[in-house]
């Protein structure tokens, strides 16, 4: 079965709790991932599956401050399920790419998109290791969860500064983040995933700044 009706028959459509007005697939009990990576040796962790605290954070910062977005060309890096570009598509985005690895990703942001009703580009591949993007901002929802992957998008952060590129992040302080260069702009409730949320400080959303 191709990508997209293993996702579309499995994983149903369902609200996001914290961002009502999206609605993402989503993996439940049922769903069967583990079936996906039986019959496919390139299937990966499956991020997209489920909903993030960054992501979550930084997809309800967006649609309460439509103004950060709107009119701009945007960048949702590492976008999982999308469900930060799909923030920013509905916030009134000129334009949004939505890059990831995950080729499972690409398949759910693209049928993520379709079902709220937003244009999404794609692009499958990491961007972290090219040039700055011709975009006005870089939006990151959890990210930052290896040593080595927070170093390498902390540097492709840093390029896009350079080149004017306004960066938010949005995650629920994990340690990898690189806390010296982020000015706090939000703090929003509920655990990361995993978390009942009782033990958790919560997801953040910040801006991005130079050393
Ligand atoms: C924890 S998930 C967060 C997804 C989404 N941003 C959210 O907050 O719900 C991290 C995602 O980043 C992707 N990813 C990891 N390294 C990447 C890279 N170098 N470039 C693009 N995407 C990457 C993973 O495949 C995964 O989908």
């Known amino acids: 079965m191709r990508i997209r009706q293993l996702i579309e028959a499995n994983l149903p459509l369902t609200p996001v709790p914290s961002v009502p007005e999206i609605r993402l697939h989503k993996a ?3 769903s069967g991932l583990s079936r ?3 019959t496919d040796k390139s299937f990966d ?3 997209w599956a489920y909903h993030w605290g960054g992501g979550l954070a930084l997809a309800r910062h967006v649609l309460d401050h439509r103004e950060s977005v709107a009119g701009r060309r945007v960048l949702d890096l590492g976008a999982g ?3 930060v570009g799909i923030a920013g598509a509905m916030s009134g985005a000129s334009y949004v790419t939505a890059a990831d690895v995950d080729r499972y ?3 759910a942001i693209e049928l993520n998109a379709a079902a709220n009703g937003v244009n999404i580009e794609t692009f499958h591949g990491d961007v972290t290791i090219g040039s700055p993007p ?3 901002i870089v939006m990151v929802g959890d990210l930052f969860y290896e040593a080595g992957l927070a170093a390498r998008v902390t540097a ?3 390029r896009c500064l350079a080149a004017r590129i306004e960066v938010l992040v949005g995650d629920p302080w994990r340690a990898f983040l690189p806390h010296g260069r982020l000015k706090l702009l939000a703090e929003y409730p509920g655990g990361d995933f995993g978390t009942s949320g009782a033990d958790s ?3 953040a959303v910040f801006a991005f700044t130079r050393e």
């Open 134 to 136: 011709d975009v006005d």
């Open 45 to 47: 962790t499956p991020y």
């Open 201 to 203: 400080r919560g997801n």
């Open 105 to 107: 990703a690409i398949v």
């Open 28 to 30: 439940g009990p049922g």
């Open 156 to 158: 492709f952060l840093d």
């Open 36 to 38: 996906f990576a039986q």
């Open 81 to 83: 399920s999308g469900i």
